[in-house]
């Protein structure tokens, strides 16, 4: 592990200087950063410790819900309100590493996590343009069951790890920032970025920006949601293909529908086809599965993961009819 500087800002704008720094990198649970760093993936030159910062807090409105970004991960599962109104968000936390990890990792390193790749994090595979942009990618004619079938490119196929992220694009979350060029809130949809020609850029934030807290909307969409993951084990894996979904039912006719996918694409995946497909259709098992069957049409398979775009389409069939069996 290479040696490097540390500092704990107890203030934003501290935080957001020593985060423009060249070579600076943010901690907050360590999680992720503390095992990159001990596989030389990253090499900083400061890490800047974020914990100092008022963060940590879960506040529900009569409009919904606002998650400070140092919230970690097993408090936010576990809270009585989140279980009640956003149940999706839940199950997804609690099928994502082990208790241990939820109990440190954050809201805002969930949101910034990098891809489980086994070659982005082998630093003596030469051949990876997230790690080293123009070397190339060893997954397209390597080993790829784990990797995306959607918005790949011909410079990467990394799959997206975070379970979180999915259910919070389905509950229309949106990201809020501070950075030297001041505030936003970006849409969860927006966050993420696609590989196209820059897979080392994994989302729109700048230098020194820092995620604050996330906000998402109280709906019937969000109360009537759920998760469902398939992985090879019950737990401490990462998905093959997983669903977040949630309905606005009236009676039993679908008024309207949130659906997003995890495991199979680059960034946190949102069907938008699928969810017009079910407006105004009975919440039926039939109905599920004709929607379904328009997932994944665009998807970019190689020899070993093309098995993903069927387990996909059932996976949300399957969270879909638990969506419209809940009261």
């Not at 704990?8 to 957001?16: F, G, Q, S």
């Not at 775009?309 to 638990?322: D, G, K, S, T």
Request: hydrophobic share 45%; proline share 5%.
């Amino acid at each position: 592990m290479k040696a490097f500087d540390y500092a704990k800002p107890n203030a934003e704008a501290e935080a957001i200087r020593a985060g423009q720094a060249s070579g600076a990198r943010f901690i907050a649970g360590g999680t992720l950063l503390v095992d990159l760093l001990r596989l030389d993936v990253e090499r900083p030159d400061l890490v800047v410790d974020l914990n100092g910062l008022p963060h940590a807090t879960v506040e529900l409105s009569a409009d919904g819900l606002r998650i400070g970004a140092l919230v970690r991960n097993s408090d936010l599962a576990e809270h009585p309100e989140v279980v009640a109104a956003f149940p999706a968000l839940s199950q997804a936390l609690l099928s994502g590493a082990s208790p241990q990890i939820r109990n440190m990792a954050t809201v805002g390193g969930n949101l910034l996590q990098r891809t489980r790749c086994s070659y982005f994090r082998d630093v003596a595979v030469e051949a990876c343009n997230k790690r080293k942009p123009g070397s190339g990618c060893a997954a397209l004619n390597g080993y790829s069951r784990m990797h995306a079938v959607l918005g790949v490119s011909d410079q990467c196929i990394a799959a997206n790890p975070s379970d979180m992220c999915v259910a919070l694009l389905s509950l229309d979350a949106v990201v809020h920032t501070r950075g030297p060029n001041g505030e936003r809130a970006i849409p969860l949809a927006d966050f993420h970025t696609l590989p196209g020609s820059r897979p080392e850029r994994e989302s729109v934030l700048e230098l020194g920006e820092l995620v604050t807290h996330v906000t998402i909307p109280r709906s019937e969409l969000a109360k009537r949601s759920v998760y469902v993951k398939a992985r090879d084990r019950a737990s401490f894996a990462f998905a093959l293909a997983s669903a977040a979904v949630g309905l606005e039912l009236e009676g039993r006719l679908i008024r309207n529908a949130r659906v997003a996918l995890g495991g199979v694409a680059s960034k946190p995946w949102r069907c938008p086809e699928v969810e017009h497909a079910l407006a105004g259709k009975p919440a039926t098992r039939e109905s599920f599965r004709a929607a379904a069957a328009l997932a994944m049409r665009d998807a970019k398979t190689t020899a070993d993961n093309q098995f993903k775009v069927e387990l996909a389409r059932r996976v949300m069939v399957r969270a879909l009819i638990l969506a419209g069996e809940r009261q």
